[in-house]
């Protein structure tokens, strides 16, 4: 166990350096200049030099990147050239949003995704199971901000059962926050809980199958208890590998399901970042959101372990 | 009256050509503590009459077609899963071939043990507990206190059989049907777990089915044998009768080539042929094309098991002729 957790956390270290790198030199492959940016239209050629140079942007970029480094070393992750304020800072403001939103969706996933593939697979070709099968295919293909623009319609605007937009922190109105992220989280759920569902369905399905499912049912056990115990702890074990995945997959569609929904969040902050180039803001802001991936990942791989014995004891 | 009885059992398969018997026509009756064997070449139906006794058979697509199964004076045959739940643990206890796959690897050996006895008695954890211990010890796990939080792949294939037993004799069934409990393992191996068994069913005092394709094993262990082929019961007679004067071509072929316990690659090679699969039986007697003895009228009818004498039974029409 103690391995496994040490194993995991040494190789999150080169993840880590690739992904501050390529971020690093693909803010400064792409057109644009982020002193222009800042200085705005009317700024003339002379204040955007000197704004340049004050940024530190003239360097060569080598030592460009080597200030970089050096910095986060130090745990300094620079300042947001936009937002006058540090990286870190800007983060833990926004950081949470994404991750709540995330959290949401991913429950809305798995009661979702788990739930219809359990009853998919005990009803294995009856109507239930087709329906079930049914509304996972929508839910893959359907693309989330078309669903998501359907759900403000038909709840917000026709209905006006739910907000449309504007965000209530959790920590200012815990059922606010709940009402107010309830369709975006629903909207961002659906095509991972598709996903999950038709994966929940195979993986039970082949569990039903084994040999000590029958012996479960010759010692005669209660129903509940081979299903529950003896068959879904067994299909969770590939569960639990997808489950790591969905979580980076709920974390970039929430990029794009904040925008609809104009929620401040990770994704705008990034968005806005990209555009007016602000580069240390966008390096320090996905390093970070890889960082909290990679632990993510880390956890997940620690409940396999906790899940199979014969991963504990190897 | 008997333990078990079993009328006309027959047991239906739907598959890709329609439906099909896997068991035809299949009667027996056990008493309390009689040890019954039931021997047959691999696919003749062994297992489907068990799990069609125990009502374990995946329904689609299996179907008990027509006959029924009375277990203590109560009938099984219709019983819904949860009415068959008190049956399955204290009623009949069960255990299968593959003792590799047969036990959940991810709770402790002593976490199925214990949810067994949960199952069906009302006793306090440390009770449990102890009455865990005690099975593990009965079958011969050394230091079994120690080895109830162990997982199934902690141990060899022997001991997971060990602990099937310890599981299915953990609530004192009436019944144990023991589905070809050995062929699985090493031979010294299955010589140890039959003379379990035999101590076992000493101590206990339950009646055993005992299922297999080794007459070695029948020799061991039964005090009846039902041979079955091709879904069918062939013949039935005390142990020692079948050893002594088999009466069917198909018994005296598997007797030609006993594999003792030590040499079990031995196997059933000696009959030419291949037991036929559901959907492609020959009419008439099922063994005919296999058979030395057959003649064109064999063809023309299923024999029906004849009483050759007091308690020994045969379906062939030849019989009484040919044992002469
Ligand atoms: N799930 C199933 N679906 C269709 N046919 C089956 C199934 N299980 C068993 N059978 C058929 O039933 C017959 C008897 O099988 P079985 O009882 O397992 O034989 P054995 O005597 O080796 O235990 C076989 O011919 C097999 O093809
Ligand atoms: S009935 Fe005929 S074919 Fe069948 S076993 Fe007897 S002799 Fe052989
Ligand atoms: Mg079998």
């Known amino acids: ?23 690093f030199g693909l803010m400064r492959l792409i057109p644009g200049d982020p002193a222009a940016a800042i200085a705005g239209i009317s700024a003339t050629p002379a204040q955007i030099a000197q704004l340049r140079q004050d940024l530190g942007l003239d360097e060569p970029l080598l030592f460009q990147l080597l200030q970089y480094y050096k910095g986060l ?15 870190l800072a800007a983060t ?20 979702i995704g788990i739930g219809c593939g359990i009853i998919a697979a005990l009803r294995q070709n009856s109507w239930v199971d087709q329906a079930a099968m049914m509304f996972a295919m929508i839910g893959i293909s359907v693309p989330n901000f078309f669903l998501g623009l359907l759900m403000i319609i038909l709840f917000a605007v026709k209905l006006g059962w739910l907000p449309s937009g504007g965000y209530i922190p959790f920590t200012e109105n815990p059922w606010g926050w709940l009402q107010s992220t309830a369709m975006p989280a629903f909207s961002l759920a659906l095509l991972q809980a598709g996903l999950l569902a038709r994966i929940t369905r195979s993986s039970m399905l082949e569990v039903l199958r084994q040999d000590y499912i029958r012996t479960a049912r010759a010692k005669g056990l209660p129903g509940r208890v081979v299903i529950f115990k003896h068959a879904l702890s067994n299909a969770l074990i590939p569960i639990v590998t997808v489950v790591g995945i969905i979580v980076s997959l709920l974390l970039s569609g929430a990029v794009v399901t904040e925008s609809l929904f104009s929620l401040p969040g990770m994704g705008l902050l990034l968005t806005q970042a990209v555009l007016n180039r602000d580069y240390p803001m966008v390096q320090g802001g996905l390093l970070l959101v890889t960082g909290f991936l990679v632990a993510v990942n880390i956890a997940v791989d620690m409940l396999y372990a906790v899940l199979d014995p014969r991963v504990r004891y190897d | 009256m008997s333990l078990l009885e079993v009328q006309d059992l027959t047991t239906a398969f739907m598959t890709g050509r329609g439906e099909v018997n896997a068991v035809e026509d299949v009667s027996f009756s056990l008493n309390e503590g009689e040890i019954l064997g039931i021997v047959g070449e691999s696919g003749s139906g062994k297992s489907v009459t068990a799990l069609s006794i125990m009502g374990l058979l995946p329904s689609p697509p299996a179907r008990i077609a027509a006959g029924q199964v009375r277990f203590a004076g109560q009938t099984l045959t219709g019983l819904s899963e949860r009415q068959m739940q008190p049956i399955r643990g204290p009623g009949i206890g069960m255990i299968f071939q593959e003792p590799m796959t047969s036990l959940n690897p991810v709770f402790s050996i002593g976490d199925q043990i214990m949810e067994t006895i949960r199952a069906h008695e009302r006793l306090p954890q440390a009770q449990l507990r102890a009455r865990a211990v005690a099975m593990l010890d009965k079958v011969g796990i050394p230091a079994a206190a120690r080895r109830l939080d162990d997982y199934p792949h902690q141990m060899s294939g022997g001991q997971r059989q060990r602990v099937m037993i310890a599981m299915a004799l953990a609530c004192r069934p009436r019944l144990l049907i023991a589905d070809e409990p050995t062929t699985a393992l090493d031979v ?57 004067h088999p009466r069917h071509p198909y018994t005296r072929g598997l007797l030609e080539c006993v594999p003792s316990l030590t040499e079990d690659r031995a196997r059933l090679v000696a009959i030419p042929g291949t037991l036929p699969e559901p959907a492609r039986r020959p009419a008439g007697c099922r063994f005919a094309p296999r058979c030395a003895h057959a003649e064109p009228s064999c063809t023309q009818a299923v024999p029906a098991l004849e009483s ?9 029409f030849r019989a009484r002729e040919l044992s002469r």
């Open chain 2, 308 to 316: 050759l004498e007091p308690s020994h039974t045969a379906a062939c």
């Open chain 1, 73 to 87: 070393f130090q745990g300094d992750f620079g300042r947001s050239l936009l937002l006058g304020k540090g990286v």
């Open chain 1, 1 to 23: 166990m103690i391995r496994l957790a040490t194993r995991s956390l040494l190789s999150a270290i080169p993840v880590l350096l690739i992904v501050s790198l390529i971020s």
């Open chain 1, 92 to 111: 833990a403001e926004r950081l949470p949003v994404t991750i709540g939103l995330s959290l949401y969706a991913m429950i809305f996933t798995l009661i």
């Open chain 2, 188 to 244: 010294t191996i299955q010589a140890q777990i039959l003379d379990l068994l035999m101590d076992l069913r000493d101590e206990f005092g339950m009646a055993i089915i005992i299922i297999t394709h080794n007459m070695g094993v029948i020799a061991e262990t039964a005090d009846r044998v039902l041979v079955m082929y091709a879904g069918r019961v062939i013949e039935e007679a005390p142990a020692a009768r079948i050893f002594d």
